[in-house]
């Protein structure tokens, strides 16, 4: 109660929620950490176009801090398991009783993307061009006409498998899918509906244009000469590409965006500027009280389903072994164990774009410097689909943040009969856990060059760390 206040002015400011600029509270000794934070991470973005590269590059900063493999070491303290080479789950043990209490960050690795079809690649007009499938929510139109890259594995009957990252060095060619010019695309493109201006078929890559001779009765001989170089490069046959895991993805660095660098720009940052967050988050908590785990995971972009995505047993079977390491083996004692923890689902939310603001609903949207974002439900429509957090999960969230001098505010995905999408946060709430969302706002999400603020990064960073040290 605020007893007798009578001027409107002291009374709004009591009674009223207000809206915060992140960069307003971040002080300026902390500016420097701020920056340097935000090399790294665009560091990470540069190496991590892949879920499989996100697990290798998360395991080489994990090691550095001092985590261990889970199947290399008896200890629980600081260890990771990889998942299939596609997901990750890390976690760093507590001081309350190991059985007792958990807090979860969960996170995803895939960002939508082109895979490369099973049998890509064939001559046409003298050119040899790749198939593609695409992967996840995307505006199709946004991948032409720009440097892409190729990145994935490679896996032989003999049992091996290489990596192949082809169009990030500066000395190496790029590929590209060419659009139509528009002095011809009039009618059959410029009058079509966005989604069908570029249909999938014609999503096909530009891979090569020099004939293998010069003998011009010989038949695909540009085909000829790829396929040639691939396998000087790579030892690989045009069999090899059905057990490949390849993917088309942007080329090219992470920038920073804004004369004034207030946004990083760049590509897959849904989901990998909250999984690079999570992760952070359990290597730099001091000396947590409860014990935390970390999954950063596949195939969300598709529905979560998938042996790495997170609608399988991962959580417990990593919960298994670590209880069994401590002789607490009974499949009970996890279940009792997940159904007390406590998750944050780490996923981004659409922010206001100020051209596009009709498709929010301005009073309850995630805005760009607004800080951390949370999202007490997900879903489409009458919140079909979705988890939805209680409210007295939402009110501790809401002390810790204010205690911790966290910026941050609640969202929806847009007008309720606009659209939406869904995340992880589901598939935990199966385990009976309290989960909710929070991550930081994107613009321009699922693009090729996604957009968020630093300002709301760090606020997420501080945050999610004030969630796994409490
Ligand atoms: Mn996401
Ligand atoms: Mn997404």
């Known amino acids: 109660m605020l007893g007798k206040k009578t001027d ?6 009591a009674l009223f929620w207000e809206r915060k600029n992140a960069w307003d509270y971040i002080p300026e000794s902390q500016m420097k950490r701020l920056e340097a934070y935000m090399k790294d991470y665009r560091s ?16 080489e900063i994990l090691e550095k801090a001092g ?3 889970m199947r290399k070491t008896k200890d629980t303290k600081k260890i990771y398991y990889n998942h299939h080479g596609r997901a990750l789950a890390i976690f760093r043990q507590g001081k309350t009783p190991i059985q007792k209490d958990l807090k979860i960050l969960v ?38 006409s720009r440097p892409l890259a190729l990145h994935g594995v490679i896996a032989f009957p003999d049992g091996t498998v290489d990596s192949i990252v082809i169009g990030e060095d500066e000395n190496d060619p790029v590929f590209t899918i060419a659009d139509l010019l528009p002095h011809l695309a009039g009618k059959i493109q410029m009058t079509k509906k966005a989604n069908e201006f570029i249909p999938a078929e014609k999503l096909n890559i530009l891979f090569g244009g020099k004939p293998f001779n010069d003998d011009p009765k010989l038949e695909d001989r540009v085909k000829l000469n790829v396929l040639s170089l691939l396998n000087e490069a790579y030892g690989i046959t045009e069999d090899d590409f059905v057990s490949a895991d390849l993917e088309i ?14 946004f990083i720009g760049g590509y897959g940052q849904d989901d990998r500027v909250c999984s690079y967050a999570a992760m952070q988050a359990i290597i730099d908590t001091e000396d947590p009280e409860v014990s935390s785990l970390v999954l950063l995971l596949d195939k ?10 997170a609608n399988t047993w991962i959580t417990e079977l990593v919960l298994g072994y670590i209880l069994a390491r401590h002789g607490l083996d009974q499949s009970s004692v996890v279940r009792r164990l997940l159904a007390n923890a406590e998750c944050l689902s780490a996923d981004v939310n659409a922010g206001v774009h100020p051209d596009w603001k009709e498709v929010h609903e301005l009073r309850n949207a995630a805005y760009m410097n607004g800080g951390l974002i949370l999202s007490k439900f997900t879903g489409v429509r009458g919140k079909g689909g979705s988890n939805e957090a209680p409210a007295e999960f939402v009110a501790q969230l809401r002390n810790l943040f204010d205690q911790h001098d966290i910026i941050w505010h609640i969202a929806e995905l847009g007008k309720t009969d606009e659209g939406g999408g869904g995340t992880i946060a589901k598939f935990m709430s199966y385990y009976c856990m309290k989960v909710i969302d929070a991550g930081v706002p994107v613009l321009d999400m699922h693009s090729p060059f996604e957009i968020t603020s630093k300002a709301d990064i760090w606020m997420m960073h501080q945050g999610f760390c004030a969630f796994l040290d409490n």
Not at 139 to 144: E, R
Not at 249 to 262: C, E, H, Q, S
């Open 107 to 144: 996170a995803h690795l895939d960002s939508p993307r082109l895979d490369l079809k099973q049998y890509p690649l064939y001559e046409d007009e003298g050119m040899a061009m790749l198939k593609t499938h695409y992967y996840g929510g995307i505006k199709k139109y946004q991948w032409l």
């Open 67 to 69: 985590f261990e493999d």
């Open 300 to 309: 969300e972009e598709i529905g979560s389903e998938g042996a790495a995505g």
């Open 44 to 59: 990470f973005l540069d190496y991590a176009k892949t879920e499989r590269e996100s697990v290798n590059t998360a395991i």
């Open 249 to 262: 993805v942007p080329a090219g660095k992470a920038r920073d965006v804004g004369l004034d660098r207030a």
């Open 8 to 13: 409107p002015e002291e009374l709004k400011k």
